[in-house]
């Protein structure tokens, strides 16, 4: 049972442009969504999260969107720069009444990234 | 700052072995958790350790054990390797239990079971 999705596997954009990634979620339990990069033969790095009071949270050139009714978040990277390339993870966490984690990241299957020069 | 450190970083069993995993959390985090990679696939939550005790596990069978050591460090262990088992071993260190799930990764140990 996937309770995150990433439904494209793949994502190609021109330098410059925008970069959109989404994401849909099944578990209405899940309150706090991450977004990792991971580059080849590298370990995922954080680098945006949202929590579910809000509906955007903005970073730089990376903003993401969440709709909760949806179930549904997005990232979204302006401008697409050739280094964004990489494998991007959305990921889900449900965050205690007493504002404690409850330690188990729920991921999606990744999208490729690769914006082109 | 060191950064979470795992070893070895790419290993070859056969099926029916055992297996050792080894990660160093960055430090000042006392919180570890370990995470199976498949190809193609997100990373999926085995367990987690706090203060030298699992709290928290995933959809892993008993064979999967770990520990976690009084500096932190920690250990995944696999016995009785499947094929299946074949994956990427993310270790992600955390600063304290509580928070929203921001962690740091090592950059894996790549097993191949034959």
Redo the contacts between chains.
Sequence with gaps: DQQ?K?NSPSLSVQEGRISILNCDYTNSMFD?F?W?KKYP??????LI?I?SIKDKNEDGRFTVFLNKSAKHLSLHIVPSQPGDSAVY?C?A?R?SA?????????????TILTVHP | ETG?TQSPTHLIKTRGQQVTLRCSSQSGHN?V?W?QQAL??????IF?Y?REEE??R?NFPPRFSGLQFPNYSSELNVNALELDDSALY?C?SSAY????????????SRLTVL
Excluded: C, D, H
């Design positions: 995150v990433q706090y991450l990792y033969a590298e370990g995922p790095t954080f999260s929590s993870f990921a966490n965050i007493g504002g404690t984690s409850y330690g188990k990241l729920t991921f999606g299957q990744g | 979470v919180t958790s995470y193609g696939q997100g990373p999926q939550f987690q706090y709290n928290g995933g993310l992600a239990i509580g928070g929203t799930g921001e962690l740091f990764f090592g950059e894996g």
